[in-house]
């Protein structure tokens, strides 16, 4: 329960300030998102002022309501907010939605792992659904979710050329944009530039309990530390995650660096799993 707040905090943080700015005066240009470049920014804000308009049209009505009521009301419109997130600009406005989650690379192919292969990604399709509904307070029923949780794509590519790659040369597959399947998810998308992939380590867990997660713009040089009194290296540019987490990371990456959120190595070892929280 602890990670569902974390995540819901994270979002309502980005909407509070959008409503703070609106609320001062009602055609004051809302907090810009931080998930579309600066020079997005203006066709992007009509937008997000029309929908944070409407939103307080519905909650301040001649009938009077309290002010937990306006925050309540508010505040179920997260889904909504991620949506606004997730558009496309162009030149006359808007090019529609863009698809959220991850590419996942399979590089395991050893005994019974197609089996373990499945059974991940039936995990983190499941969790991914169930934590979308609980950041966001939606039920099943509510339009806005159904709409967002359609845009939920996990990008599976199996394939046995890519067996036994390491994570460097799959860094290196995802940046050229090359091989079955074309670009990846996310690979023009900021700070949500971060893949999945799926070893004989990961595929070995019948729990199916790990997956590991890379940060595409890694590169070791920005990590060392210029002062040794600090201590060693503590990022590498990856971590070991919870297959039920991702729709946290996608939360957590609209605000965060994943080097940010990456538990630390001990002695260049990977002994901590991310399971969502910071």
């Given amino acids: 329960m602890e990670k569902v707040k974390q995540a819901k905090e994270a979002m309502g943080r980005r909407f509070s300030s959008d409503l703070a700015a609106l609320s001062v ?3 004051t240009r809302p907090t810009l998102s931080e998930s579309l470049e600066p020079a997005q920014y203006a066709t992007a804000c009509t937008s997000r002022l029309r929908h ?61 792992s197609n089996q373990q292969w499945q059974r991940l990604l039936e995990t983190i399709q499941t969790s991914a659904h169930d934590e979308a509904r609980s950041v966001t307070e939606s039920t099943k029923e509510d339009p806005t979710f159904q709409e967002l949780w359609s845009l939920f794509r996990l990008d599976a590519r199996s394939d046995p050329a890519l067996a036994g790659l390491n994570i460097d040369q799959l860094r290196q597959l995802y940046n050229s944009s090359s091989g079955e399947g074309g670009q990846p998810m996310n690979a023009d998308f900021n700070l949500h530039r971060i893949f999945l992939f799926a070893d004989d380590e990961v595929l070995s867990d019948p729990a199916a309990s790990i997956v590991k997660c890379v940060d595409a713009d890694y ?4 990590y060392i530390p210029r002062n ?51």
């Fill in 219 to 222: 590169r070791a040089e920005d």
């Fill in 52 to 112: 944070m308009s409407a939103v307080l049209d519905r909650t301040i009505s001649p009938l009077g309501r309290t002010r937990l009521e306006l925050f309540t009301t508010t505040m179920n419109t997260l889904a909504q907010q991620w949506l606004d997130e997730l558009l496309i600009p162009s030149d006359y406005g808007f090019a529609g939605y863009r698809h959220w989650g991850f590419t996942i690379y399979r590089t395991g192919y050893g005994p019974s």
């Fill in 228 to 278: 040794p009194r600090v201590g060693g290296q503590r990022y590498f540019g990856w971590m070991r995650m919870e297959p039920r987490s991702v729709a946290y990371l996608w939360v957590e990456l609209g605000q965060f660096n994943m080097s940010d959120i990456a538990p630390p190595t001990i002695g260049g070892s990977h002994l901590v799993t991310w399971k969502g929280q910071l």
């Fill in 25 to 27: 005066r009602r055609h």
